[in-house]
């Protein structure tokens, strides 16, 4: 494969600049956005191998990633899918993906809601998100109907603390 890094750096607009979230739009670029889509129904699909796709898309993280998978749990008919692309969504979640976890709490499926909360609970972890910039999603956890997502906001909050006494 040849790459156009001329094309490259215009398209990504980054100038002289580099870093690890470049490099990760750049070989997203580089392979296009229909192996991104392609990868995503590889995951949904519980085929031997899905793992290895979640993990690659885990690695760059690309926007049309989540923008795919938000797509499919407003859109898909399908429960298990609309269930598994939250679930994938957490694999790929990125500060931008914050909006949305109050939308996945609002969910009448447990198991949604349930995946909602691990979205937050990787934003956080992964230090994309500060715990004051979800405060108000964090909230919605502490007093959500769901014990289970009660158990992701005791959860991410011992670690927050932990993480917070350790610095």
Excluded at 14 to 21: A, E, F, K, Q
Excluded at 51 to 58: D, G, Q, T
């Amino acid at each position: 494969m040849k790459i156009d890094w001329d094309h490259l750096v215009e398209d990504l607009n980054c100038g002289t600049c580099g870093g690890d979230h470049l490099a990760m739009a750049a070989i997203t670029k580089a392979l296009g956005e229909e192996w991104v889509i392609e990868a995503i129904e590889y995951c949904l699909s519980g085929r031997v191998g899905d793992e290895l796709a979640r993990s690659v898309l885990r690695l760059l993280r690309p926007q049309e990633a989540r923008d795919y998978c938000v797509h499919l749990f407003m859109t898909d008919p399908d429960l298990d899918r609309r269930r598994t692309a939250i679930d994938l969504l957490r694999a790929v979640a990125f500060r931008d993906t914050l909006p949305h976890v109050s939308t996945f709490l609002d969910d009448p499926d447990p198991t949604i809601q349930n995946w909602g909360a691990g979205v937050l609970d990787q934003l956080l972890w992964c230090q994309f998100v500060e715990p004051e910039e979800c405060a108000d999603t964090l909230e919605l956890m502490r007093t959500h109907p769901n014990d289970e997502v009660v158990r992701t906001y005791e959860w991410i909050t011992d670690f927050l603390a932990k993480r917070s006494s350790d610095r």
